[in-house]
């Protein structure tokens, strides 16, 4: 891939990307004021339970589909496969949802629509090298979901309700357009065999137990903040970790352009457009992305002043910690693709299991009365001991390859 091409696409992805982040963080900042921090705590609650489960139903096909292009599988035996087991897991999911959630009807609503968003087709975008037009689909989701929210705020008070039942239109809305323009496939889909089924399933489930183990630094760790101290505290930690999502969302385009070459030369142990991709990962992505966490980091009492208000003071001694987020979150996706291009499932599952459950099985021990300051320290320890342990297995596979 010309490097001009590739920071064309980039560059284009990248800023209706940042579009619909910036008016959606607009109404993000807003909704943590106008909610307030405990209000706001249970919305992250809801985000967190539905985050999980979405994890389990699109079951790293996003990941696993590209990979599958270079493999030489047909574009409809990868559609027929990634729709048949997010149907499958979608399903499963919701039972255990009811089982588990029927006497909390909000929090089983909202995870039930955001679950529905697990069926966009970023991934079929990617493989047809038309990731511009997903970007524009995914601006117009962004910008008209925050312009209902603010259109139903000028008539009548907004809550949580209102804010699921506006994002299940949204979602249902961009769903219908994205299948329609695929409607090709959709024609000619049929549910793949329990073979497949098993082989997608069985071949899948390392990378979705290495997503679930990531979740557990942002996602499973609100659940125990929101255990130990409450929806308050959830509250504001969650308004913190939003700013991450901004590093996030561009890394999401840096993938999509650097994801394919970076698999290509793995699989062709072709070391200098190896080494080649990863400089321009690191130039392109790790550098803004680092230049973003200092820039939080020496304005955060500004930040939180403008964007948060009063009731988020705890925020600004959170937020030097938080900064560091943006440079983890950045190389850890890059090494997240190497493990997978490398096709060593298993290793990275292992040590990536066994980090997580550390993580967790510490932050189950800390007493209730530990401050969100040292909660943060504990996640970012953990998670900077496994991307250097990570880097240490990486660099030794390349040479064994000779890469």
């Known amino acids: 891939m010309k490097i001009s091409s590739s920071l064309k696409t980039l560059t284009y992805l990248t800023q209706a990307s940042l579009v619909g982040s910036v008016a959606s963080y607009a109404l993000t900042i807003y909704l943590a004021g106008y ?15 539905a985050g999980f489960s979405t994890i389990i139903i699109t079951y790293a096909t996003d990941q696993t589909a590209p990979s599958l292009v270079s493999k030489g599988v047909s574009l409809q035996t990868i559609f027929n496969n990634v729709l048949s087991i997010r149907l499958l897991w ?11 959630k029927w006497n909390e009807p909000v929090v089983l609503f909202g995870a039930l629509i955001i679950n529905l968003s697990s069926f966009n087709t970023s991934y079929y975008h990617e493989i047809n090298r038309d990731n511009t037009k997903y970007a524009v689909i995914y601006l117009f989701e962004r910008l008209l979901y925050v312009l209902i929210i603010v259109a139903v705020n000028l008539v009548s008070q907004v809550n949580i309700v209102t804010i699921l039942l506006v994002y299940f239109f949204i979602v249902s809305l961009s769903l219908f357009v994205q299948f329609w323009r695929y409607r090709f496939y959709i024609r000619n889909y049929s549910i793949s065999t329990p ?23 942002g996602g499973l760790s609100r659940l125990i903040i929101e255990d130990k101290i409450g929806l308050s505290a959830l509250g504001i930690f969650s308004s913190g970790m939003q700013l991450t999502v901004v590093a996030t969302i561009f890394l999401a385009q840096i993938e999509r352009v650097w994801r394919i070459p970076l698999f290509d030369s793995l699989e062709k142990r072709n070391g200098l457009l190896f080494y080649k991709t990863i400089k321009e990962w690191l130039i392109y992505s790790t550098l803004p992305i680092s230049i973003g966490a200092l820039f939080v980091y020496l304005f955060r009492g ?100 000779n890469v």
């Open 195 to 217: 073979k497949n089924l098993w082989q997608g399933i069985s071949s899948n489930l390392p990378l979705v137990i290495i997503a679930i183990s990531t979740y557990a630094y």
């Open 35 to 49: 909610l307030g921090t405990e209000k706001y705590g249970l919305y992250s609650y809801i985000l967190a339970i």
């Open 302 to 401: 500004l930040i939180v002043d403008l964007l948060f208000g009063p009731e988020y003071e705890e925020l600004k001694s959170l937020l030097p910690y938080i900064s560091l987020f943006f440079i983890t979150i950045s190389l850890l996706s890059l090494v997240n693709n190497c493990w997978v291009g490398l096709n060593k499932y298993r290793e990275f599952l292992i040590i990536s299991v066994v980090f997580s459950l550390i993580l967790l099985f510490v932050l189950y021990l800390l007493p209730s009365s530990i401050t969100l300051n040292e909660y943060i320290i504990v996640i970012l320890s953990v998670q900077v001991s496994l991307l250097a342990f990570s880097v240490v297995r990486i660099i030794r596979h390349l040479k064994i390859l």
């Open 90 to 100: 979608f399903v499963l999911i919701m039972v255990i949802l009811i089982l588990w």
